[in-house]
């Protein structure tokens, strides 16, 4: 199979990538690459010289705070940076994914939602500060995307979202504490836990699957 995959330089497109291309071959697109998916010209020329059987969107501008650094509220945020996020995580993935759908008859599409896409991302884990609401905005608006561009590309193309927790990577040990003591399953996901539900989505066994967003969260939203 041929699978391309979108950010597959950050964190979980890493392990992704390198889990899937053990039996596919795999397309990397990443800003690192230099690939700029919020170009419509790069986008539509890359779609149309390299047709794929799926694609799974990792990429999105997430809202990381230097270690040391103190995260910003909600008073603070300029409005600037709601233009990006928006632009990153809607209107690019809404580009990536027209042009796949365009340039194919067939195929499985993946995008990476959040499980602050489900639920408001907690005020009381930032130490005073807060999570980028448009991340949240952005992530809750991939689901609703997701639904969009399933029915309006069925029945040959399935479009799915994953909703991932929150991924143990550099935090501060403070940090995935209270993370986990707020979690079912009381710790943070492992950032190859991913992989094969990505596979299962790509692959004729999820073929009556779409429209569909799969939480994996160790039960956080289901509190």
């Given amino acids: 199979m041929k699978i391309a995959i979108t950010g597959s330089e950050g964190l979980l497109g890493t392990e992704i990538s390198n889990f899937l291309e053990k039996n596919n071959q795999i397309f990397r697109l990443d800003l690192n ?3 700029d998916l919020t ?3 790069f ?3 890359w779609f149309k010289e390299n047709q794929v ?3 799974v969107n990792c990429f999105a501008l997430n809202d990381h ?3 040391g650094k103190k995260r910003e509220t909600l008073f603070d945020i300029h409005l600037e940076s709601f233009n990006k996020f928006l632009e990153v995580n809607i209107i690019s993935l ?3 994914c027209r042009e796949f759908a365009r340039n194919n008859k067939s195929g499985s599409i993946i995008n990476f939602s959040a499980t602050t896409g489900i639920v408001s991302a907690r005020p009381d884990i930032y130490d005073g500060g807060h999570k980028h609401p448009a991340y949240s905005i952005s992530k809750a608006g991939v689901i609703n995307l997701t639904k969009f561009l399933s029915t309006h590309f069925a029945p040959n193309i399935r479009v799915n979202s994953i909703a991932p927790g929150g991924v143990e990577y550099d935090q501060e040990q403070s940090f995935i504490n209270k993370y986990a003591s707020m979690t079912p399953m009381k710790r943070m996901m492992q950032k190859d836990e991913l ?6 989505l790509c692959g004729s066994g999820s073929s009556y699957i779409t429209g569909s967003t ?3 969260d160790g039960g956080w939203t289901s509190w």
């Fill in 53 to 55: 059987d799926a694609l």
């Fill in 214 to 216: 799969i939480v994996v």
């Fill in 33 to 35: 690459l230099g690939h």
């Fill in 43 to 45: 986008v539509k020329k």
């Fill in 195 to 200: 992989n094969k539900l990505v596979e299962f």
């Fill in 65 to 67: 705070v230097e270690k």
């Fill in 39 to 41: 170009d419509e010209t």
């Fill in 94 to 96: 809404f580009s990536v």
